[in-house]
């Protein structure tokens, strides 16, 4: 992500949840079956038995939320890291670049980025793979699912509640073309909104 797309993030923390919860800016939206698979999607989440995970990218742990066993947050926004921390007070939570992990190599059973790795150009890409790798043994990737109506990538504008407006790149995955970029996996998660894909 660029740094103008890292500081959109910090910005929009207080109201990121809109997102999920079909509330404020994303109140008239439509998504069909959105909350029925979201639910779906945090219960595939909740199933792991990982003694240990590392979410990176975390943001405000909505999905953090859902991992069982020993859980760290990273992200780079401390607005987003309040929101996490007050939502998940058993979690440990760090501030840190997702390309420059400051953990030790197989320091974790599980990494899971949920919503990051879709926003990443393709030497970005490269290196979070390297680094999920050397972290962690299993890494589970979230993403938006690729649909009829959107490209499957794109540059979009985002606008806040403070009528600001902010450009930012986005993939759009079918989980087998998930599991063919990133070399290996299974599905976790196929729906309408969200893949899921345990490499
Ligand atoms: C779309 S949000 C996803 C949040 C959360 N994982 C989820 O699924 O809802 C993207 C997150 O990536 C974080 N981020 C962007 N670039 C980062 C980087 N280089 N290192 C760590 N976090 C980063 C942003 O601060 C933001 O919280």
Redesign the pocket.
Known sequence: ?TEA??AY??R??AE??D??LGTGLFAQRARPGWAEELAALRAAVASLRFSSCL??????????ESLHGLVTG????A??LGIARARIPRGVFV??????LPFRSAQFDCL?????YG??DET?RRIFLIEARRVSKSFLI?DAAARDDVPSEEHQERVLNDGSRHL?YKRYFTPERLITEIGSGRTLHAGQWFVGVLA
Do not use: P
């Open positions: 992500m797309e890292r993030y910090d929009r923390a990121y949840d997102w999920y979410d990176v990218a975390c943001g405000t742990g909505f999905l953090t990273l992200d780079q926004s607005s987003m501030r840190g670049d997702a390309l420059k899971v980025t949920g919503h990051f926003h990443l970005a979230i930012v």
